[in-house]
Nanobody, 115 residues
Framework: QVQLVESGGGLVQPGGSLRLSCAASGIIFSNCVMGWYRQAPGKQRELVAAITSRGTTNYADSVKGRFTMSRDNAENTVYLQMNSLKPEDTAVYYC?????????WGQGTQVTVSS
């Protein structure tokens, strides 16, 4: 079955960096559009970044210039490099895959930005 497993979350001070990883299995990864979403307490889940099978990326305005999404098709993994983190980036971050017309989600990883 399809599995997405996120890792790399944690507590970081404002201005710091984190790198999230999402390892995929059970899919032909190179054919997938992959995304990172986040959900803060009391808010709706929102798209942070997405990457096509060819590596084209797009980002939410709130993270442009600070976050970078990439993929390694040999490792079936996507990454989200997060720099210059702000308290408002605090959320649970979810990995998402669009594959054969269906959407799959990981379990999420907590990112907390606080001094």
């Amino acid at each position: 079955q399809v599995q997405l497993v996120e890792s790399g979350g944690g507590l970081v001070q404002p201005g710091g960096s984190l790198r999230l990883s999402c390892a995929a299995s059970g899919i032909i990864f190179s054919n997938c559009v992959m995304g990172w979403y986040r959900q803060a307490p009391g808010k709706q889940r929102e798209l942070v970044a997405a990457i096509t099978s060819r590596g084209t990326t797009n980002y939410a305005d709130s993270v442009k210039g600070r976050f970078t999404m990439s993929r390694d098709n040999a490792e079936n993994t996507v990454y989200l490099q997060m720099n210059s983190l702000k308290p408002e980036d605090t959320a649970v971050y979810y990995c998402n895959a669009f594959y054969l017309g269906l959407i799959y989600w990981g379990q999420g990883t907590q990112v907390t930005v606080s001094s």
